[in-house]
């Protein structure tokens, strides 16, 4: 996991690019099938350890530090018992997770595909949510916590009270990665892996249902109406997505790689 920072830090370079990210720190966590990733209100990492079946915070001197397990799963093991993979944050602290199947079995998430995934709630290790199809990508936008139910290809919102999922809009995709600016929501799809299709998921008899291909891209949807008001396609080889970020104020970024002869000349200085 490699933290990249903005060297630029608001002054647009010569080149003209007003942001211009450099890794700067990194950690070597091993093969743990890491998902969603967040940092914490001190600045520290905290990421979906999915084939833990927790969430973790990276470690100075060990591949990961346990946080925090689902009530359903009664140990740490390397089996991916329920596919955690999603993580929703309020103000510094864990709030949300997603997960595809409460089971307490090796691989036993991939029986509950179709309608077992769940939303539970950190704090009080309820589940607020049942009867989503591979749940992915739960996020806070103010007190409304919304999630992409990715089995059935709709965007929509978790009413915690009746726990339930309310669907906004229908994208022809696998859906994981939201990010909000304003009222848009920025919605990430993805085709089915290697050229095989949505088996065993209701997303492909919608797709067949609507005579539609899947996509790879990003949509922009209006979350007043559900609209899709913009889409961004992808071609060639890249087929899949999994998360969307924005960068609100941020026009032309660029990225130095580790390769690059140019990160031995980025220098910046910590204000004393």
């Known amino acids: 996991m490699t933290v990249f920072v903005d060297a630029a830090e608001g002054t647009p370079t010569a080149e003209g690019f007003d942001a211009v ?7 070597y966590t091993a093969d743990l099938d ?44 390397a089996e991916d018992r329920c596919h955690l993979n999603g993580l929703a944050m309020r103000d510094g602290v864990p709030a ?9 079995v090796a691989d036993g998430w991939r029986d509950h595909r179709a309608g077992g995934g769940v939303v539970v709630d950190v704090a009080t290790n309820e589940i607020v949510c049942r009867g989503l199809s591979m749940p992915h990508s739960p996020r806070l936008r103010g007190d409304t916590l919304w999630v992409l139910n990715s089995g059935t290809g709709e965007l929509g919102t978790v009413d915690r009270a009746k726990g339930i999922f309310q669907p906004l809009t229908f994208c022809p995709g696998y859906l994981r990665g939201l990010a909000f600016i304003g009222q848009y929501a920025l919605v990430g799809l993805s085709e089915p892996r290697e050229n095989r299709t949505f088996a065993g998921l209701p997303l492909q008899d919608r797709l067949v249902a609507a005579n539609v291909e899947p996509r790879c891209g990003v949509y922009v949807i209006d979350t ?31 990225m130095i790689g580790f390769r690059s002869q140019e990160i031995r000349r980025t220098v910046s200085i910590e204000a004393a």
């Open 34 to 77: 890491a998902h969603d990733l967040a940092f914490d209100a001190k600045g520290g990492m905290i990421f979906a350890n999915t084939l833990f079946s927790c969430l973790a915070a990276t470690s100075p001197t060990h591949s990961f530090r346990p946080l925090w397990q689902p009530p359903f799963v009664t140990r740490l093991a």
């Open 224 to 254: 007043r109406t559900g609209d899709i008001v913009h889409w961004l396609r992808i071609e060639g080889v890249v087929t899949e997505l999994y998360d969307v970020l924005a960068l609100p104020g941020i026009a032309r970024p660029s």
């Open 21 to 27: 990210f450099v890794p700067q720190s990194a950690s």
């Open 96 to 104: 949300y997770v997603t997960c595809v199947g409460p089971t307490d």
